[in-house]
């Protein structure tokens, strides 16, 4: 399971993680756990009350309700709710799991971070220059994390990226994404305000070609997947990308926003039509929003988490990690 | 697994509504209908507890059960409480006797705060009101720069000082100014913020402080999940927010969120957010959406939207053609552009009862392209022709087809539905409504999701 970002990018032939990067200490990776189990459970002491207190004291009929009351409330839907609940209540009948409190909980945790990391896979780089295309609907949190993508690629990796800021609809969002890449070190490509989103992702690929960088990162407006000419839109600036490069992009991430609901399946079913989606960004995990919704996502279409956002700071964009997902949402 | 949740109620009431007599399980497996639906839709575990719970009363009630159609009873139920729930009737803003009225705009980031700001600025200039806007988001990157480009399009004022200043002096300042140039309503946006970072929270109690706003406007995205109950819980408590501005009610959420929110503060929802242009923003009417949950359609908002288009005489005139069996296709025709004066079909569709249930419908693209060709075959007959198609035969269908740029089988093919829908217009006069079982077979009921309670 990746768990740092040098194992979260695939960056295929290129000297990957150059020698300044550290891998991760394990000191620091403690304390991301626990930043991530914090936040997770901030003003969340009911749930994690009723979970680690009462709900595996006794395992009976009650306890599958409650287990069934938490997930729903994490946003986790009722499909998923029930296959992950009458999984685990069967095999505690078959006697493959004790029923033991703690036998019980351990195992609830195993199977949430199953579900929640169906196939899982490194986001692809190895593409020379390779590109990422980041969609999602409105406010998501799709310019901060690219802003911060290029960041730990530039930063950290010694990359250099070229930022196209297609998102030409919304006011400032160039303005926006012009203070990433200064922070960032990125070059960025841009258009006037209500441009052609293509011609911005083409130009940006065109530079990075004579400019020999390494990754591109295309920035889209938000979108509600509702909105046909808007998705269709999306589709052209996708194959304007692969005209050029044609195995581009090589990565499309959606990003979701933690505190969606079961809206967030119809997102990445749709999205995932018109554009393959490869992944998941969870955003905007520090609030109380459980995220449960990547549950569903992941176990009913099959895309995976891959990175979450704690917050607004640099540092608070981390590759996902299932078990510590799963473990945080149940406080352990 | 995607149904929405008026097509689950539907498809739930229509089973009770078919049958003549209700039992106890009948209402419960009703309830565990209505309780996955509300579930899927978003609306709040501990809401939709409350509400299958007091709903199972009522429907159990003897006069329901006792009652001719227990199934109607059951619906017109249903129907009671969820409007109760989304609060009423709604209300308007509240504007001051004299000087500015302030309205101080929060929620979460990424809810679409910037945006509702210019939308309500544009909405109370579109009345004749002199609007000015405030920027107080100075942590977010450009957002200051969205805001005055969106206020500009607006035809507000925007006060601004910049991301270097205090969001609080921001706005005290900005009241000052709106006082000086004698505005009459100063709209105040502020920085997206977590309802759990105290300081920020704290920043947010201060401008409310300062500013006195005559209505705080909590702004919450329609696809919100369980979430939106303590989100709007503690910006209650911090904020004191007066209502709620729903934003994104275009995407294919059901806005359970609405409902959470509602229910559980008490606040009304006074504005929705319908797309992204600046005039897509309208008064939000809670008894209506209800109804539109439920899939007894937007009747109220297709009958205004029909009442700016229909000449009432015109519809007399049809109403007493219709009676007499006399509704010819110059009639159809008149009826046609009428309708299409209302805007784009697939629009009215939504409005109208029953059609969620109808899958096919439902996701129609309306070919507009169509109704072109019909209207095309009808211009090509002679009055005659209209008045009485079954002459419609051989040569003269010939001359339609030809005269329309059309095929002569869809020619013979319009000639057949009108006769159709002439018959099916008897019916409708003899005062036979439609089939709900037929109705229901059309939906293709999809399989649902075990779950486990009731």
């Known amino acids: ?332 | 697994m995607f149904d929405q949740l008026s097509d689950r109620l539907q498809a739930t009431l229509s089973e009770v509504r078919s049958r003549g007599t209700l039992s106890e399980g009948d209402v419960d497996a009703a309830m565990r209908e209505i309780r996955l639906a509300l579930l899927e839709a978003d609306v709040n575990f501990k809401v939709v507890k409350s509400f299958t719970g007091t709903l199972k009363e009522r429907c159990l009630g003897s006069d329901v059960l006792e009652s001719l159609d227990p199934g109607q009873q059951v619906v017109k139920i249903v129907n009671e409480e969820l409007t109760g729930l989304m609060g009423g009737t709604g209300r308007d803003l509240a504007f001051a006797s004299s000087g500015p009225t302030v309205i101080l705009m929060a929620g979460l980031q990424g809810s679409g705060k910037t945006t509702a700001c210019a939308k309500l600025a544009r909405h109370l200039g579109e009345s004749g009101k002199s609007v000015a806007l405030a920027a107080c988001d100075v942590y977010r990157p450009a957002a200051v720069d969205q805001l005055v480009t969106v206020g500009e399009r607006a035809g507000a004022a925007v006060y601004q000082q910049g991301t270097d200043a205090d969001p609080v002096e921001i706005a005290a300042w900005a009241l000052e100014r709106a006082r000086a140039e004698q505005r009459e309503v100063l709209i105040v946006d502020t920085a997206g913020r977590l309802h759990v970072d105290a300081e920020l929270m704290d920043e947010l109690a201060k401008i409310r402080k300062r500013t006195r706003p005559h209505d705080v406007l909590l702004v919450v995205d329609a696809m919100t999940g369980q979430d939106a109950v303590g989100v709007a819980e503690s910006f209650a408590e911090t904020a004191e927010f007066d209502g709620v501005v729903m934003t994104k009610l275009d995407g294919d959420a059901r806005g359970g969120a609405a409902l959470s929110v509602k229910a559980v503060t008490g606040k009304p929802i006074l504005f929705a957010s319908t797309g992204e242009k600046l005039e897509a923003f309208e008064r939000f009417h809670p008894d209506r959406m209800a109804s539109r949950i439920l899939g007894m359609g937007d009747v109220l908002s297709l009958i205004e939207k029909a009442e700016q288009q229909v000449d009432e005489r015109q519809a007399e005139d049809l109403q007493k053609k219709l009676e007499s069996d006399s509704f010819s296709l110059e009639d159809f025709l008149q009826q046609m552009r009428q309708v299409r004066k209302m805007g784009p079909l697939s629009g009215l569709i939504g409005m109208l009862p029953g059609m969620g249930a109808m899958k096919q419908l439902k996701n129609a693209e309306v070919d507009e392209g169509e109704l072109d060709r019909v209207e095309a075959i009808i211009l090509s007959m002679t009055p005659l022709e209209r008045a009485n198609p079954a002459i419609i035969k051989g040569s003269r269908r010939k001359r339609i087809a030809d005269g329309s740029g059309t095929k002569v089988q869809q020619v013979n093919q319009l000639v057949k539905q009108f006769d159709q829908m002439r018959k099916m217009m008897r019916q409708m006069m003899s005062g036979k409504a439609p089939d709900p079982q037929q109705l229901m077979q059309m939906s293709g009921a999809a399989p649902r999701p075990k779950y486990r309670r009731g």
């Open chain 1, 1 to 332: 399971m990746p768990t740092s970002w040098s194992e979260i990018f695939d960056l295929g032939a290129r000297d990957a993680a150059p020698a300044q990067v550290e891998p991760e200490s394990e000191e620091r990776r403690r304390g991301v756990f626990r930043r991530l189990r914090e936040s997770l459970s901030k003003s969340r002491q009911a749930l994690v009350e009723e979970i680690s207190a009462s709900l595996f004291d006794r395992i009976d009929d009650e306890t599958w309700e409650r287990l069934e009351e938490a997930l729903i409330l994490a946003d986790a839907g009722a499909s998923t709710t029930a296959e992950v609940v009458e999984r685990l209540e069967r095999e505690v009948e078959s006697g493959s799991v004790p029923a033991d409190g703690e036998a019980v909980r351990d195992r609830l945790i195993e199977i949430l971070a199953e579900v929640a990391s169906g196939g899982r896979a490194p986001i692809d780089l190895s593409g020379e220059p390779a590109v990422l295309l980041m969609v999602g609907v409105n406010g998501t949190g799709k310019t901060t994390t690219i802003g911060k993508i290029a960041w730990h690629l530039s930063q950290e990796f010694g990359l250099s990226v070229v930022l196209a800021a297609a998102d030409t609809y919304r006011a400032a969002a160039a303005e926006q994404l012009a203070e990433w890449s200064q922070r960032a070190g990125a070059e960025l490509i841009r258009s006037e305000e209500g441009g052609d989103p293509g011609a911005v992702a083409y130009d940006a690929i065109a530079a990075a070609r004579a400019r020999g960088a390494d990754v591109v990162v295309v920035d889209t407006a938000g979108r509600l997947h509702t909105q046909g000419n808007l998705m269709d839109e999306l589709a052209k600036v996708r194959r304007v990308i692969a005209k050029q490069i044609p195995d581009a992009p090589h990565e499309t991430l959606i990003s979701i926003d933690a505190t969606t609901g079961q809206n967030g399946l119809r997102q990445a079913k749709i999205f995932s039509e018109a554009v393959e989606v490869d992944g998941v960004v969870l955003t905007k995990l520090d609030g109380t929003a459980k995220g449960g919704i990547v549950l569903a996502i992941a176990n009913e279409l099959g895309i995976p988490v891959k990175l979450i956002g704690m917050g607004e700071g640099l540092e608070d964009l981390r590759p996902f990690d299932p078990t510590d997902f799963a473990r945080a949402l149940l406080a352990e």
